[in-house]
């Protein structure tokens, strides 16, 4: 990406093993992501460009001498975040903040350098031509991250949800939320054909109206109470705005969109009057995969249903595009 708007497809020097504990893994499939669109509407022009993508699911091709539990041909899932696995942080299950830790930003390519390879990737036991393959994709972030927010909110048979954002991201928090027992599911959304496949994720209802409107009905859905948990997917401050309209008291607010601001109302009318809980950060996918890893490969959850465009790398511009227009949902690259 060279600035807002201009993201070309360049030739560059094919990764190599540069510590002992890298991996070299050849990219089967990658995709564009929601939290990609940021820079494509903000970053200045720059003359040296950036590589992008975090999320890929491939073959190792390479391992360091260190590498203990990996082998050449493995198909492996890779976290969005590289880590250790085994720091104090990351026996915690906070794999985002581990302190050896980082972030991929290489992955919508042909190949990635996996550092600190035997802590980060998770072997899948598929193949190239698995039909599993977008679902697996989805462990990599996006139906992971919907789960993470599920999880600091608390989500169980007994809460009531609000899903605010019917993007990518708020379609797997809908589906991890009924995953994990909730039975009320309230999905705000506006586009039609993403809040039908909310529907058939698990949500129970839908609010297209946003702001004051949309808080109206959610209340008037749960009584004028609102829900126990709310889970923010957008990033926007109109978002969390929403989010602290329609939680019950005591209730949380867990946010995984990317906060598009700093400073934000916690005061006696917005989170503390009603003694509200805010919570959420960046998803730790790595202390998820192996528990959802199965249901992926049994069949019991689809979160690969997000991706509704192909394009091989060649045409990735043109993904960014379609994903801004809103005419994708998710799209996936096939090198
Ligand atoms: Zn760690």
Redesign the pocket.
Known sequence: MYGAGDVRVENVPDPTLQAPTDAVVRVVRACVCGSDLHPFHTMPASAQGSPMGHEFIGVVEEIGSDVATLQRGDFVIAPFAY?????E??REGL?TS????GFFSTAQAEAVRVPLAD?TLVKAPVGEDSALLPSLLTLSDVFLTGHHAAVRAGVNPRTTVTVIGDGAVGLSAVLAAKRLGAERIVLMGRHKDRTDLGREFGATDVVAERGEKGIANVRELTGGDGTHTVLECVGYMSAYEMAYGVVRVGGVISRVGVPQYEEAPIGFGSLFGRNITLTGGPAPVRAYIEELLPDVLEGRIEPGKVFDRTVGLDAVPEGYRAMDAREALKVLVQP
């Open positions: 880590s250790d696995n085994t720091c942080f990351c794999h581990c302190r050896q830790g802590g």
